[in-house]
């Protein structure tokens, strides 16, 4: 196990924290956990405020294929692909990547050239056989999920894993952190410190690699 940031080459989203904390509601936390058109296309209230390919994800997937030594025919599964822009990259570059996502509008708005390689799923429960793939990631998801939840999913991201795997959650280091997440965060239902999530993953008898999202 060890701490990488494979998420380095993205560009720096664009928060406006203050707008979010004064506008979010109840109402807004359900809208965007059902994952549909409001949450990746509609108001940035909802979530994104529109998720379009723009080829950011490339230099992201060539960085995944260098850090784990990935060779032409080697297996990738994207859980919670979301509309499958890494999936679409990875497969450009020559390697056979799926994508697993629980949103039926992110799949049915992927780009067509690989929807095929796409599955609406639970991460909870992955339906795929023990060691199917070379490489297992999932960027931001787990943490949508409640604790003993995210347990399962991270049994099923190790379960499906040949040898090796990559999570990535919201986490904080500090109070200040956690305040400024809070006031942000949507659809987060389990999170913590660093060393919570740790925990989790000992709990889990997770054995692969993971990095922090931290808003500041």
Known sequence: MAEI???KSLPKPKRNISNRNTEKTDHHIKISRQYGKEYFDGDRSFG?????YDGRWVPVAKDIVKNYNLTKGSKILDVGCAKGFLVKDL???GFEAYGIDISQYAIDNAPKDIKNRL?????????YDDNSFDLVISLNTIHNLDRDECKMAI?????????SSFIQVDSYTNEN???IFEDWVLTAK??????EWLNL???SGYTGDWYWTIIK
């Open 201 to 203: 993953f000992k709990e």
């Open 48 to 52: 994104y405020g529109g998720y379009k």
């Open 91 to 93: 497969v450009d570059l």
């Open 190 to 195: 389990f999170y913590g410190y660093p060393n």
């Open 177 to 179: 952190e956690k305040s």
């Open 119 to 127: 599955k609406v799923g639970n991460a909870k429960s992955l339906p």
């Open 5 to 7: 940031n494979l998420l």
């Open 155 to 163: 049994q099923e991201i190790q379960r499906t894993s040949k040898t």
